[in-house]
């Protein structure tokens, strides 16, 4: 299968703190027309917006689907030999509520992931090597019926690169 072939059915998420400074928020809200626009012209089955905490704890018991999500992410990562770093992390903090450090897991501003079929095929922002890919990037590969980043594809693009999604 060509990278601009589709078999089945495609859903994109967007993954949105939930509190933005306001350049970002304004990011955020192009982001979501361009989701919307692919979804209306049938690029896309569904596109959904979500939104998720800055970090939470890694142990926490309630916040389950927000690691498991993150876990999700990772295995894609370790599978194409990509990572999700600097944009996630993971970071000993401490607890506002009870004051004892934790590990807790950071998560970026903006993520963007790509379903086909029902399997995850890609997040986006992602690095591999020194080439990083953004949440912009992985629209744009979606625009042209792709949901390899331009660079796995062989394209280039000499646009100057958003900094969306970079984990503080």
């Given at each position: 299968?060509?990278?601009?072939?589709?078999?089945?059915?495609?859903?994109?998420?967007?993954?949105?703190?939930?509190?933005?400074?306001?350049?970002?928020?304004?990011?955020?809200?192009?982001?979501?027309?361009?989701?919307?626009?692919?979804?209306?012209?049938?690029?896309?089955?569904?596109?959904?917006?979500?939104?998720?905490?800055?970090?939470?704890?890694?142990?926490?018991?309630?916040?389950?689907?927000?690691?498991d999500?993150?876990?999700?992410?990772?295995?894609?990562?370790?599978?194409?030999?990509?990572?999700?770093?600097?944009?996630?992390?993971?970071?000993?903090?401490?607890?506002?509520?009870?004051?004892?450090?934790?590990?807790?897991?950071?998560?970026?501003?903006?993520?963007?992931?790509?379903?086909?079929?029902?399997?995850?095929?890609?997040?986006?922002?992602?690095?591999?090597?020194?080439?990083?890919?953004?949440?912009?990037?992985?629209?744009?590969?979606?625009?042209?019926?792709?949901?390899?980043?331009?660079?796995?594809?062989g394209?280039?693009?000499?646009?100057?690169?958003?900094?969306?999604?970079?984990?503080?």
């Amino acid at each position: 299968m060509t990278p601009t072939e589709r078999t089945g059915d495609r859903r994109a998420e967007l993954y949105v703190r939930d509190s933005l400074p306001k350049p970002a928020a304004r990011q955020c809200d192009r982001l979501t027309d361009r989701l919307t626009d692919l979804e209306a012209e049938d690029e896309l089955e569904a596109a959904a917006v979500h939104t998720w905490d800055k970090r939470i704890e890694r142990g926490d018991s309630v916040q389950t689907s927000a690691r498991d999500r993150y876990a999700e992410f990772e295995a894609w990562a370790a599978d194409r030999g990509v990572s999700l770093r600097p944009f996630f992390g993971t970071r000993e903090c401490y607890s506002m509520e009870t004051g004892e450090k934790g590990d807790w897991i950071v998560y970026p501003a903006l993520c963007l992931a790509v379903y086909e079929d029902g399997d995850l095929a890609s997040v986006f922002p992602h690095a591999d090597g020194d080439d990083f890919r953004s949440v912009l990037d992985g629209i744009d590969a979606l625009a042209s019926e792709s949901t390899e980043a331009p660079a796995e594809s062989g394209e280039t693009d000499d646009r100057e690169r958003l900094a969306v999604g970079r984990a503080d």
